[in-house]
């Protein structure tokens, strides 16, 4: 167990609508990672949030959002969905927000777009 | 192009036998991370490596980082087949405070 709590394990939606993931990194931490993992692309770093604050982002879609609230809780929000957002979603944390922080990550959002 | 080719990808092996998992790049990377995933669940973290030739063990896996910070192995002695799993390589570059890239991974398996 990382001490990372991913919800929803599982979602199954249509294409256009819009979800809501959720994250909440181990006790301690302030930094959170968001990630997608697909067959064809692998793990993809998404975007990060240290202290509230966006520290790094990645290949984010506009269509894709998220914020870190104030109890350090994070959520992803993903909008007009396509059949190509199906994938899992990972969620982790570290300490600090800074370099070589050992990420330990959360088992995941498994969306399913039919 | 992959920014961190990982090779190979895919290792079917014995039990007992021994193998390495390459990471490679043309890019320097500050650090460089290990992880194991199982199906279901999310990466776990084996390792990080800061310094350039760094080797480090765990047990029967050894995981070294180049002497010039681009590639990276891990090498595992008399496999089991609970050492089954999906191998990650991540790296951070210098530039990118703590946004990893991975690898496209290894699927190893261990056949008892």
């Known amino acids: 167990d990382s001490g990372v709590t991913q919800t929803p394990k599982h979602l199954i939606t249509a294409t256009g609508q819009r979800v809501t993931l959720r994250c909440s990194p181990r006790s301690g931490d302030l930094s959170v990672y968001w990630y997608q993992q697909s067959l064809d692309q692998g793990l993809q770093f998404l975007i990060q949030?240290?202290?509230?604050?966006?520290?790094a982002k990645g290949n984010i879609l506009e269509r894709f959002s998220a914020q870190q609230f104030p109890d350090l809780h994070s959520e992803l929000n993903l909008s007009s969905l396509e059949l190509g957002d199906s994938a899992l979603y990972f969620c982790?944390?570290?300490?600090?927000?800074?370099?070589?922080?050992?990420?330990?990550f959360g088992d995941g959002t498994r969306l399913s777009i039919l | 192009t992959q920014l961190l080719e990982q090779s190979p990808q895919f290792l079917s092996i014995q039990e007992g036998e021994n193998l390495t998992v390459y990471c490679n790049s043309s890019?320097?990377?500050?650090?460089l991370q290990w992880y194991r995933q199982e199906p279901g669940e999310g990466p776990v973290l084996l390792v990080t490596?800061?310094?350039?030739?760094e080797v480090k063990k765990l047990k029967r896996l050894t995981f070294q980082f180049g002497d010039a910070r681009k590639d990276s192995s891990l090498h595992i002695t008399a496999a089991q087949p609970g050492d089954t799993g999906l191998y990650l390589c991540a790296g951070e570059l210098w530039t990118s405070y703590g946004k990893l890239t991975f690898g496209q991974g290894t699927i190893l398996t261990v056949h008892p």
């Open positions: 890019s320097v990377f500050s650090s």
């Open positions: 949030y240290y202290n509230g604050e966006e520290r």
């Open positions: 490596v800061v310094t350039g030739g």
């Open positions: 982790a944390s570290s300490v600090g927000g800074g370099s070589n922080q050992p990420q330990h």
